[in-house]
């Protein structure tokens, strides 16, 4: 993977710059820090909405979009983010290199000048942001939320992670609540702004065909804004004993019936087993040569979808299938017997052979991706430790069958979370 | 024969590529410093081609709907196993889709990558299917139109389908129904497969840091070992589709937090392919985003309004034998939102296109265009769909070039017939 390149601006925002050639653009991600916590998140999840109705220099939408839209498609994307128990708000941009566009040279700079404007000059009312764009960014924030059962497989395992982590700052919706959404007044979202821009820990990502010294420059010309001392995000709880195991059942009125069960594996990713937990992973659920795939959907015939993945910060992993109501606890009987049988050490040879390689596969292939090289850094900013390519492929080549089943040990069902047809079983 | 070479001088991306008897096209994009490597093996048929005379017979055979997605699900297995293990065994990881008029096949690995080429060709061309396996892909592939049956942007969108179209296949959901796919058998399978998996009618698209006469010639070896004969005419079937949509609405319940709307648009200007059809495309796709696009005045209304969110959007099907545009997205109010497009659409008719939004779009879509090369799927499943419509992908940048702002306002005029719109409505089941 190409080296990246670590400054830090004088106000604290961390620079991480990523030079390679292999892309036809240029991408810029923002990625701000917060604790999971029930009274700040909704405000943080919403801001971005806000700021991206207008600034100064762009008061509405339509200029906004239109300027951005100029330097040939350009968008500035937010997005809301959960990782363990820290809710991440992100924007990027992404622009075409202009040694693609003749007769350009400036589009970076003209791009993160938008971008700076935007996040820095926000449309006030006063002491306040604009009265008309939170009333309507509130009434779009709250469809987003109540939008989560649209997704029948994503409200799933939503349901099932919120029943089991219910004591935990984990259970926590990333984009808040529509209680606390109505608290919300344009006073109460600036003045909680202010104190976001002030104190919220930020990395800045540019990855592209870019001369280093030059992109830090123009990065501190823009971004060097006026902040305060950064709050410190509290680690995540990952140590946790599940009691009994709970069954949660819930109907809507739905065809297909999905099925999701909730496990702790007690470790995360900065842990010397987490490698071992990401073999276990891939031969009991994540690959099509898997236990689950090869035994619910392939000889069972019971499901089109059966995977397992992991919540890599918290050390959760979740078995996901869309059955019959019917098929429940046909369903869950062979699921049962695969997460044993690891336990069991009962896997071939050719399971680990299969799984090593698809994990080498995948850990290669995130260098052809910018989006997948930046998350990566993130990853190993959590837990102080980036790894390079070859470091990956090194633990994962050590993992050993006895790692595997020392892992598989310790991983325990929480909860069973069963949404159902109206009526159902 | 010898290689051809296709260029793009502003993408700096060169397309190598040869014609393999009897009649494959196999097309390879280098790309150097990439890791993944990426294999498509296609074939001309999809979900709309379900009457056809088989290959060597002369008979015309109407087959189950569903049946090219179940053959795409069924051609994995072999007498040995299953082709998705053995691409495990490499390293790789394979997949497959169907749409309305292709079916794909494919892999990606950052090793192995010969070994994977060969084997996604040897079991592309071997089929074997059995009572057993075909009677056990019927669970499958009905979990998975019930999982489709809960997803409302689906029965949205195949809803309007219904609703445009009186007689044509397209309006016929890709995986068919639980009632169809219960007629499938094996013969009626390999009847498709002999009609439609012979290499003329099919193309090979390589993407990564390879070799590319090695992967040409490999192709060429592998094919030219199993003596295809040359291929007859294929004759696909379809009904005759009337000009008048089959109906105005449309609406259904599901369990969802709020409405949603589609409005869509039959196309009138059909019969051809090749350029002339990607230039419609374009200008068409153009018109779509100037009228409803995020910096359009009428988006921003409706935006303001609180009748649409960010993920409004437009979309534009471009097909010989038929053709549609969809307008919509998740609402709160889809008769309000319904009027104000049928407004936003007369209004925009009477105003005409500008030169300025024009040539705004045209940057847009370059860019647009040039930042999707970053993708070698993006690459990979676009270039031979377009192929099979007798269309060079690569000319995408000159016809966007060439398109002119009456082309663009002459569609404005002829596609947004309101007399051809249909629409679909999703309301949120009330407990």
Same mark, same amino acid.
């Given at each position: 993977?190409?080296?990246?390149?670590?400054?830090?601006?004088?106000?604290?925002?961390?620079?991480?710059?990523?030079?390679?050639?292999?892309?036809?653009?240029?991408?810029?991600?923002?990625?701000?820090?917060?604790?999971?916590?029930?009274?700040?998140?909704?405000?943080?999840?919403?801001?971005?909405?806000?700021?991206?109705?207008?600034?100064?220099?762009?008061?509405?939408?339509?200029?906004?979009?239109?300027?951005?839209?100029?330097?040939?498609?350009?968008?500035?994307?937010?997005?809301?983010?959960?990782?363990?128990?820290?809710?991440?708000?992100?924007?990027?941009?992404?622009?075409?290199?202009?040694?693609?566009?003749?007769?350009?040279?400036?589009?970076?700079?003209?791009?993160?000048?938008?971008?700076?404007?935007?996040?820095?000059?926000?449309?006030?009312?006063?002491?306040?942001?604009?009265?008309?764009?939170?009333?309507?960014?509130?009434?779009?924030?709250?469809?987003?939320?109540?939008?989560?059962?649209?997704?029948?497989?994503?409200?799933?395992?939503?349901?099932?992670?919120?029943?089991?982590?219910?004591?935990?700052?984990?259970?926590?919706?990333?984009?808040?609540?529509?209680?606390?959404?109505?608290?919300?007044?344009?006073?109460?979202?600036?003045?909680?702004?202010?104190?976001?821009?002030?104190?919220?820990?930020?990395?800045?990502?540019?990855?592209?065909?870019?001369?280093?010294?030059?992109?830090?420059?123009?990065?501190?010309?823009?971004?060097?804004?006026?902040?305060?001392?950064?709050?410190?995000?509290?680690?995540?709880?990952?140590?946790?004993?599940?009691?009994?195991?709970?069954?949660?059942?819930?109907?809507?009125?739905?065809?297909?019936?999905?099925?999701?069960?909730?496990?702790?594996?007690?470790?995360?990713?900065?842990?010397?087993?987490?490698?071992?937990?990401?073999?276990?992973?891939?031969?009991?659920?994540?690959?099509?040569?898997?236990?689950?795939?090869?035994?619910?959907?392939?000889?069972?015939?019971?499901?089109?979808?059966?995977?397992?993945?992991?919540?890599?910060?918290?050390?959760?992993?979740?078995?996901?299938?869309?059955?019959?109501?019917?098929?429940?606890?046909?369903?869950?009987?062979?699921?049962?017997?695969?997460?044993?049988?690891?336990?069991?050490?009962?896997?071939?040879?050719?399971?680990?052979?299969?799984?090593?390689?698809?994990?080498?596969?995948?850990?290669?292939?995130?260098?052809?991706?910018?989006?997948?090289?930046?998350?990566?850094?993130?990853?190993?900013?959590?837990?102080?430790?980036?790894?390079?390519?070859?470091?990956?492929?090194?633990?994962?080549?050590?993992?050993?069958?006895?790692?595997?089943?020392?892992?598989?040990?310790?991983?325990?069902?929480?909860?069973?979370?069963?949404?159902?047809?109206?009526?159902?079983? | 024969?010898?290689?051809?070479?296709?260029?793009?001088?502003?993408?700096?991306?060169?397309?190598?590529?040869?014609?393999?008897?009897?009649?494959?096209?196999?097309?390879?994009?280098?790309?150097?410093?990439?890791?993944?490597?990426?294999?498509?093996?296609?074939?001309?048929?999809?979900?709309?081609?379900?009457?056809?005379?088989?290959?060597?017979?002369?008979?015309?055979?109407?087959?189950?709907?569903?049946?090219?997605?179940?053959?795409?699900?069924?051609?994995?297995?072999?007498?040995?196993?299953?082709?998705?293990?053995?691409?495990?065994?490499?390293?790789?990881?394979?997949?497959?889709?169907?749409?309305?008029?292709?079916?794909?096949?494919?892999?990606?690995?950052?090793?192995?990558?010969?070994?994977?080429?060969?084997?996604?060709?040897?079991?592309?061309?071997?089929?074997?299917?059995?009572?057993?396996?075909?009677?056990?892909?019927?669970?499958?592939?009905?979990?998975?139109?019930?999982?489709?049956?809960?997803?409302?942007?689906?029965?949205?969108?195949?809803?309007?389908?219904?609703?445009?179209?009186?007689?044509?296949?397209?309006?016929?959901?890709?995986?068919?129904?639980?009632?169809?796919?219960?007629?499938?058998?094996?013969?009626?399978?390999?009847?498709?497969?002999?009609?439609?998996?012979?290499?003329?009618?099919?193309?090979?698209?390589?993407?990564?840091?390879?070799?590319?006469?090695?992967?040409?010639?490999?192709?060429?070896?592998?094919?030219?070992?199993?003596?295809?004969?040359?291929?007859?005419?294929?004759?696909?079937?379809?009904?005759?589709?009337?000009?008048?949509?089959?109906?105005?609405?449309?609406?259904?319940?599901?369990?969802?937090?709020?409405?949603?709307?589609?409005?869509?648009?039959?196309?009138?200007?059909?019969?051809?392919?090749?350029?002339?059809?990607? =230039?419609?495309?374009?200008?068409?796709?153009?018109?779509?985003?100037?009228?409803?696009?995020?910096?359009?005045?009428?988006?921003?209304?409706?935006?303001?309004?609180?009748?649409?969110?960010?993920?409004?959007?437009?979309?534009?099907?471009?097909?010989?034998?038929?053709?549609?545009?969809?307008?919509?997205?998740?609402?709160?109010?889809?008769?309000?939102?319904?009027?104000?497009?049928?407004?936003?659409?007369?209004?925009?008719?009477?105003?005409?296109?500008?030169?300025?939004?024009?040539?705004?779009? =045209?940057?847009?879509?370059?860019?647009?265009?040039?930042?999707?090369?970053?993708?070698?799927?993006?690459?990979?499943?676009?270039?031979?769909?377009?192929?099979?419509?007798?269309?060079?992908?690569?000319?995408?940048?000159?016809?966007?070039?060439?398109?002119?702002?009456?082309?663009?306002?002459?569609?404005?005029?002829?596609?947004?017939?309101?007399?051809?719109?249909?629409?679909?409505?999703?309301?949120?089941?009330?407990?």
């Amino acid at each position: 993977m190409a080296n990246f390149q670590r400054r830090r601006l004088d106000n604290g925002i961390n620079v991480f710059i990523h030079p390679t050639d292999k892309f036809k653009t240029i991408l810029v991600q923002l990625i701000f820090h917060r604790r999971l916590h029930k009274e700040e998140v909704t405000q943080s999840a919403l801001l971005p909405s806000i700021l991206q109705r207008g600034s100064k220099n762009y008061p509405t939408r339509q200029k906004l979009s239109s300027a951005l839209e100029e330097l040939y498609g350009t968008e500035l994307m937010s997005e809301v983010i959960k990782k363990g128990e820290r809710q991440l708000i992100s924007y990027s941009m992404e622009l075409v290199h202009d040694q693609y566009l003749p007769g350009e040279n400036q589009l970076l700079r003209k791009g993160l000048e938008i971008f700076k404007d935007l996040l820095t000059n926000p449309l006030l009312e006063g002491n306040a942001f604009r009265a008309d764009y939170v009333k309507q960014e509130k009434e779009q924030h709250e469809r987003v939320i109540k939008g989560i059962i649209n997704d029948k497989i994503a409200y799933s395992v939503e349901r099932c992670l919120q029943e089991m982590c219910q004591a935990e700052p984990f259970s926590i919706f990333k984009y808040g609540t529509v209680e606390q959404l109505a608290q919300e007044t344009p006073k109460s979202l600036y003045d909680f702004y202010r104190r976001f821009m002030q104190e919220t820990p930020a990395d800045l990502h540019v990855i592209g065909d870019l001369d280093v010294e030059k992109t830090f420059a123009l990065i501190e010309k823009l971004f060097n804004y006026q902040r305060g001392e950064d709050l410190a995000v509290p680690d995540t709880q990952v140590d946790i004993q599940p009691r009994e195991v709970r069954y949660v059942k819930e109907e809507m009125d739905v065809n297909q019936g999905k099925l999701v069960l909730g496990y702790r594996t007690g470790l995360s990713y900065g842990d010397e087993d987490y490698f071992a937990l990401l073999m276990y992973n891939g031969i009991l659920g994540s690959f099509p040569h898997s236990k689950l795939f090869q035994n619910v959907r392939e000889k069972a015939s019971l499901a089109y979808y059966a995977y397992s993945r992991l919540e890599k910060h918290k050390g959760l992993m979740v078995i996901s299938s869309g059955i019959e109501s019917d098929n429940y606890e046909r369903t869950l009987e062979i699921i049962h017997r695969q997460v044993q049988a690891m336990k069991e050490g009962d896997f071939s040879q050719e399971d680990l052979d299969n799984t090593r390689s698809g994990l080498r596969n995948q850990f290669l292939v995130e260098e052809d991706n910018p989006y997948a090289i930046i998350n990566r850094t993130l990853d190993g900013m959590l837990v102080g430790q980036v790894w390079e390519t070859d470091e990956l492929l090194q633990r994962l080549n050590a993992v050993t069958r006895d790692d595997i089943v020392r892992v598989a040990e310790n991983i325990k069902l929480d909860t069973v979370y069963f949404l159902t047809g109206i009526g159902g079983v | 024969m010898k290689t051809q070479i296709i260029e793009q001088s502003l993408l700096k991306e060169k397309i190598y590529w040869r014609r393999v008897e009897p009649g494959l096209k196999v097309f390879v994009l280098p790309k150097k410093g990439y890791n993944k490597k990426y294999a498509t093996y296609s074939a001309n048929f999809g979900s709309i081609n379900s009457r056809f005379i088989v290959e060597g017979e002369n008979e015309e055979l109407q087959v189950p709907d569903g049946v090219a997605h179940f053959l795409e699900h069924k051609l994995f297995e072999d007498e040995e196993g299953n082709a998705f293990d053995r691409f495990a065994v490499l390293g790789a990881s394979s997949n497959a889709f169907t749409n309305f008029t292709n079916t794909a096949y494919l892999f990606s690995t950052t090793e192995n990558f010969y070994r994977c080429l060969d084997l996604l060709l040897d079991f592309v061309q071997t089929p074997y299917f059995t009572d057993e396996s075909v009677e056990r892909e019927k669970g499958i592939i009905g979990q998975e139109i019930r999982m489709y049956e809960d997803n409302p942007q689906w029965r949205l969108f195949f809803n309007l389908l219904g609703a445009l179209y009186q007689y044509h296949p397209v309006k016929i959901d890709i995986a068919g129904t639980i009632e169809s796919i219960n007629q499938i058998n094996k013969e009626i399978l390999y009847k498709c497969y002999r009609t439609f998996y012979h290499p003329s009618n099919m193309a090979v698209f390589v993407v990564g840091d390879v070799d590319v006469e090695r992967v040409l010639d490999q192709v060429e070896a592998n094919i030219q070992n199993r003596n295809y004969r040359p291929l007859g005419e294929i004759k696909r079937l379809f009904p005759t589709e009337p000009p008048e949509i089959a109906k105005e609405y449309v609406e259904q319940s599901l369990a969802v937090s709020q409405p949603l709307l589609n409005i869509g648009f039959k196309e009138q200007d059909l019969g051809y392919d090749g350029p002339l059809l990607l =230039r419609r495309e374009i200008a068409t796709d153009m018109m779509l985003d100037i009228v409803f696009g995020s910096s359009s005045k009428l988006y921003n209304e409706l935006y303001e309004e609180g009748l649409i969110d960010d993920e409004f959007d437009t979309g534009y099907v471009a097909e010989k034998d038929f053709g549609h545009s969809v307008i919509g997205g998740e609402t709160s109010d889809p008769d309000k939102l319904f009027e104000r497009l049928v407004e936003g659409i007369k209004q925009a008719q009477l105003d005409g296109i500008s030169a300025a939004a024009f040539e705004h779009q =045209r940057r847009k879509a370059m860019g647009e265009f040039l930042k999707s090369f970053n993708s070698l799927e993006f690459i990979a499943n676009n270039f031979p769909a377009y192929y099979f419509k007798k269309i060079n992908f690569f000319d995408y940048l000159q016809v966007l070039h060439e398109v002119t702002l009456d082309e663009v306002n002459q569609r404005l005029q002829d596609h947004l017939a309101l007399d051809r719109m249909a629409r679909s409505v999703i309301w949120p089941k009330t407990r």
